[in-house]
């Protein structure tokens, strides 16, 4: 009996303590935050960087900033030479090239005997020099008539006689000097022309460094519309000793950008405006009025000091004709003979000022940059007839 009683308190109390662990309240968890998106990789980026959280979210096509270009370097500015003495210095260039033609007149001159064969053989020297048959038989006859009279020809006599008859005939009272002082406020304006090929635009360049050697602000004019190298080829000419170069597009009117570069010229307070203009061919008839009406559209706002020809002195009498009509067609003040080291007649110095009756006033003996020389008389009869 105790034995049951013993068991029926054990139950109770078994079935009263777990009650009590059934109505406790249990421990809740915190709710867990949602989790943030994760960032969407760049382009390229790999599945490790994402996973890392190494890759920064890719910035609004706006918020991007442009590209800078990278800054050009500054053309480093030249200091060419001065003119002056410029022909002195290239002397051993006409001394190449000219040097058979004064060799060949003083032994035709230093013969013991000088009858009419020998002197026909002169006349022909000259005229194969590109002297022209005019002036060729005027300075054999007045070189007869001094041999005859002198009686003695030593050789420093022979040479003395052919070098003061040569520089007579080229004419050392000319004047050929360059009117390129600014007037006032206003500038020198020189008009360039010529036929393709002569090196018309190259001797613009060459001019500026001239004149920038000389101490002038220079600025080059591109009215050479037709080509568009020449307007590159200005502006690398310009670049290098910092003259500015006023162009506009390929095909545009000439006279414009001429009345653009005077202009230009004159608000800038510049020293000389080299106009360089299309290598007209003296054939075309339409293309010579074009220069013309350049010629006239500068005039309205300025004058023109110089109107330079650019002659070919390997051309002979072509050029010759070319340099005919150009004078025709406008005033022109003074000739460029270029390439002159590379021909033997050195005679058409002589023949252009006297077709034309304007004066020589510069002389291209090379390609380099400074091989464009103001045309001295005595230094080129000397270069010819040699020490």
């Known amino acids: 009996m105790e034995y049951v009683i013993l068991i029926a308190v054990l139950a109770v109390l078994l079935l009263v303590v777990g009650g009590v662990l059934f109505l406790r309240p249990g421990r809740r968890r915190a709710p867990r935050p949602p989790a943030e998106p994760a960032p969407r990789p760049e382009a390229g980026a790999t599945r ?3 996973a890392a959280g190494t890759v920064e979210p890719e910035a609004p096509p706006a918020e991007r900033a442009p590209p800078v270009p990278a800054a050009r370097p500054a053309p480093e500015i030249e200091k060419p030479p001065p ?3 410029r022909l002195v210095r ?3 260039r006409l001394a190449r090239s000219q040097g058979t033609f004064g060799k060949a007149l003083l032994g035709l001159l230093s013969r013991d005997t000088l009858d009419d064969e020998a002197w026909e053989e002169i006349e022909d020297t000259l005229i194969g ?3 022209g048959v005019s002036v060729a038989r005027q300075v054999t006859e007045d070189l007869r008539t001094r041999v005859q009279v002198l009686g003695t ?3 420093d006599e022979v040479r003395a006689l052919l070098r003061e008859e040569l520089v007579k005939q080229i004419g050392p009272d000319l004047d050929r000097s360059l009117h390129t002082a600014p007037h006032g406020t206003r500038p020198s304006v020189v008009l360039v022309v010529g036929v393709n090929g002569t090196g018309k635009t190259t001797t613009c360049g060459k001019l500026a460094r001239v004149l920038v050697g000389d101490g002038r602000t220079v600025l080059l004019g591109a009215a050479d519309t037709f080509r568009a190298a020449a307007a590159d080829q200005l502006e690398t000419w310009g670049s290098r000793v910092g003259a500015p170069v006023v162009r506009r597009e390929e095909g545009a009117d000439p006279a414009s950008v001429a009345f653009d570069a005077v202009k230009k010229g004159v608000d800038d307070k510049i020293d000389t405006v080299i106009v360089d203009t299309a290598g007209r061919l003296h054939t075309k008839t339409g293309l010579m009025d074009e220069l013309g009406k350049v010629k006239r559209v500068i005039e309205k706002q300025s004058q023109i000091d110089e109107i330079l020809l650019v002659l070919d002195a390997t051309t002979g009498q072509n050029g010759m004709q070319q340099a005919r009509v150009f004078a025709e067609v406008v005033n022109v003040t003074g ?5 002159l080291d590379g ?11 006297r077709e034309l009756g ?3 006033k510069l002389v291209g003996l090379g390609e380099g940059a400074d091989d464009l020389a103001p045309f001295e008389p005595e230094a080129f009869v000397d270069a010819i007839l040699g020490d």
């Open 358 to 360: 304007v004066p020589v």
């Open 335 to 339: 000739v460029v003979l270029t390439k």
């Open 90 to 92: 290239l002397r051993a």
């Open 83 to 85: 003119g002056a003495g």
């Open 343 to 353: 021909t033997a007649k050195g005679g058409i110095v002589v023949q252009v000022q």
């Open 153 to 155: 020809r030593t050789p």
């Open 48 to 50: 490790a960087d994402a």
């Open 129 to 131: 020099a590109d002297m």
